[in-house]
């Protein structure tokens, strides 16, 4: 079990430590929903006023003329986070929301011919890609009941890949799986589950939204046919930040199914022809002027990514979720506490879930105690100790300010109920 002494050992001994005085941290805050919403950072916060700075002066000139010229700022945030993704550059596009960017690929990947006609998601996936997937459906004239299966969870925490492969057939045309599971952190074996539904014949599309920034992908090596993302979670890329998209290369050919002017060959969008001509870049699956505010703070954010490696962000955070789990075990089982992410380091995101049949209202204490957690429905406290900016230290407080919250008993005076923000 970390002690204090050991923990600040391992900060003072932390290659990459130094990244924290890069982001705006509140005294004394102990900010763990950056799997929700990433803290600001000093480099996004420049390139976001940069671009304010060009369009006071430049007006329209700043899509050609500015330094970070808007017309190809999605390329270039792409050439960043491709390595980033385990990408080439031209397989990723910075475009739009999540939930859309999934409309787009299901309007290109879902072919159902003959049989091959279900998709097959997940029962504790995010809700927006199931509400996705059915209104999908609906509006292509087809039955989700008859067009959806549905993998089951034994626990409603995790899901096993055995199952999800035993629950492949010859009628699935696609598969569709979150990265990392929004709520008990598991990480799915991506690169298995891809092979899985390859033999079968299915494509196969990843909502990386919580494993995007907080785990390794190799997402052209694995051959997965598509995949989608948000960048205001690990990313750090502000609120509602344009959100990424990942087309494999195999598919870039073939084009989108929904286009628009911005998915047009960029040499030649402004010949402004009524004839469509796709780039031959993921970015053909943008559609419309993209949200530069948006995204221009995603260059200083994935500069940060670039600089410490995916790989030693990946260690500090298992070396972080793993002593927060410890300490919950050793310190909080006696209040009733459990751990609801997978124990082995390899099968869990940049998050922890701690379970507790009070845990809303304790949600609410530990807010009081200035802790930033969240909750989630119906028994789960999210805690990301990301490592850009959470110090093994942090983790410690974290768990001696939940202590305290019990011993005292100060969450009582909270009804058991959540927010309409959770
Ligand atoms: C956060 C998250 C989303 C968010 O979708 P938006 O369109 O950005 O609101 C989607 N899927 C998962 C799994 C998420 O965790």
């Known amino acids: ?40 950072s000093k480099d996004a916060k420049e390139y976001i006023d940069t671009s304010l700075e060009d369009w006071k002066k430049l007006g329209i000139r700043g899509w050609m003329e500015a330094d970070q010229n808007w017309f190809y700022m999605a390329e270039r945030l792409s050439k960043c986070q491709a390595p980033l993704m385990g990408a080439k550059p031209e397989e990723i596009t910075i475009h739009s929301s999540t ?28 809700p927006t890609d199931i509400y996705a997937v059915r209104s999908f459906l609906e509006q292509a004239g087809l039955d989700p009941e008859d067009h959806m299966v549905f993998v089951s969870s034994e626990d409603g925490l995790t899901l096993s890949e055995d199952n999800i492969v ?25 690169k298995t589950l891809v092979k899985a ?17 907080a785990v390794e992908h190799n997402l052209h090596e694995w051959g997965v046919d598509f995949a989608f993302w948000c960048n205001y979670k690990y990313f750090n890329g502000g609120p ?26 960029k040499d030649k ?26 995204m221009a703070g995603l260059m200083g954010a994935f500069k ?18 793993q002593s927060l789990i410890e300490l919950i075990d050793e310190r909080l089982g006696v209040y009733d506490f459990s751990v609801g992410s997978p124990r082995n380091p390899e099968k869990r995101g940049g998050h922890v879930a701690l379970v507790h049949k009070e845990a809303a209202r304790i949600n609410e204490a ?28 942090d983790v410690v407080d974290l768990v001696d300010r939940i202590e305290k919250i019990m011993e005292t008993g100060a969450h009582l005076k909270f009804e058991n109920k959540r927010g309409v923000v959770a």
């Open 304 to 321: 940060q990514f670039e600089t410490c490696g995916m790989a030693a962000l990946r260690e500090k955070s298992i070396l972080l979720t």
């Open 366 to 393: 530990m807010k009081e105690a200035g802790i930033i957690p969240d909750y989630r429905e119906p028994n789960i406290i999210r805690l990301a100790p990301v490592p850009l900016y959470t110090r093994f230290v």
């Open 240 to 265: 509602g930040a344009a959100a990424s998209l990942f087309v494999h290369e195999m598919h870039l050919k073939n084009g989108p199914a929904l286009a628009g002017w911005f998915g047009y060959r």
């Open 166 to 190: 035993s629950n492949l057939s010859e009628e699935v045309a696609l598969v569709l799986l979150p990265g990392v599971l929004y709520r008990s952190g598991q990480l799915l074996d991506m």
């Open 1 to 40: 079990m970390l002690t204090r002494e050991q923990a600040e050992k391992l900060d003072r001994n932390d290659p990459i430590g130094g990244m924290r005085d890069r982001f705006y941290i509140n005294n004394g805050e102990l900010y763990m929903d950056g799997n929700s919403l990433g803290l600001m």
């Open 269 to 294: 969008q402004f010949n402004l022809a009524l004839n469509f001509e796709a780039s031959t870049t993921a970015s053909a699956w943008e559609v419309g002027t993209p949200h530069i505010l948006s």
């Open 99 to 126: 939930t859309l960017n999934l409309h787009l690929l299901l309007a290109t990947f879902y072919k159902p011919v003959g049989q091959r006609r279900k998709i097959l998601v997940d029962s504790l996936n995010f």
């Open 197 to 213: 539904a390859h033999a079968c014949g299915a494509y196969i599309g990843l909502d990386l939204s919580h494993s995007a920034g």
